[in-house]
């Protein structure tokens, strides 16, 4: 069974500041997804992330994986409140049946 | 831009209601799925379907069944609604293709009391 594991459960930190989530999952896998949650709304896809070594970045957001140590990261830079929000990554087995499997998320709350 | 629509943004119910989601998408997507999503557990996969008339179990399928009787539209039923069923609802679709991603609604609040 897939595991997909967040850490932090939750991150409060302050404007201008750098930190990175992880996200650790269990069977070998290849495509890994990150979705935004604002309070109170649905999931808003940030990065679709396919192959080992993948790196993409938007804004102040950057997300890589490697998929040898099973392991994805979403780097903020220089955090701005617009930031705040629950992150969540995602994780498609390599049976190619597009079911995804959810981390618990990440909730972020950038102090000013 | 793809949309995905759920009926009702909040439903309140009784113990043993039957209950409706609906769930329509207007990108002629072949993939749809109903998510649960509860405080601590992340999202949790209830059913997903890749065809009409064809529906696969999820993770946590059990007190649920589904419908599609249409491309465009995925229903979730709760034959017995009970209170540990009390949840965000999340509807969602894709494409089948590698570089295609999840499109969610917007979520049903349901309350069993």
């Known amino acids: 069974e897939l595991k997909v594991e967040q850490n932090p459960l939750f991150l409060s930190m302050q404007e201008g500041k750098n930190y990175t989530i992880y996200c650790n999952y269990s069977t070998t896998s290849d495509r890994l997804y990150w979705y935004r949650q604002d309070p109170g709304k649905s999931l808003e896809s940030l990065f679709v992330l396919l192959s080992n070594g993948a790196v993409k970045q938007e804004g102040r957001l950057m997300a890589s994986l490697d998929t040898k140590a099973r392991l994805s990261t979403l780097h903020i830079t220089a955090a701005v409140h617009d930031l705040s929000a629950t992150y969540f990554c995602?994780?498609?087995?390599?049976?190619?049946?597009?079911?995804?499997?959810f981390g618990t998320g990440t909730r972020l709350t950038i102090i000013p | 831009d793809v949309k995905v629509t759920q009926s009702s943004r909040y439903l309140v119910k009784r113990t043993g209601e039957k209950v409706f989601l609906e769930c329509v998408q207007d990108?002629?997507?072949?993939?749809m799925f109903w998510y649960r999503q509860d405080p601590g557990l992340g999202l949790r996969l209830i059913y997903f379907s890749y065809d009409v008339k064809m529906k696969e179990k999820g993770d946590i399928p059990e007190g649920y069944s589904v419908s599609r009787e249409k491309k465009e539209r995925f229903s979730l039923i709760l034959e017995s609604a009970s209170t540990n069923q009390t949840s965000m609802y999340l509807c969602?679709?894709?494409?089948?293709?590698?570089?295609?991603?999840?499109?969610f609604g917007s979520g049903t609040q349901l309350s069993v009391l």
């Open positions: 990108m002629d997507h072949e993939n």
């Open positions: 969602a679709s894709s494409l089948t293709d590698v570089n295609e991603k999840l499109f």
């Open positions: 995602a994780v498609e087995a390599n049976f190619g049946n597009e079911k995804l499997t």
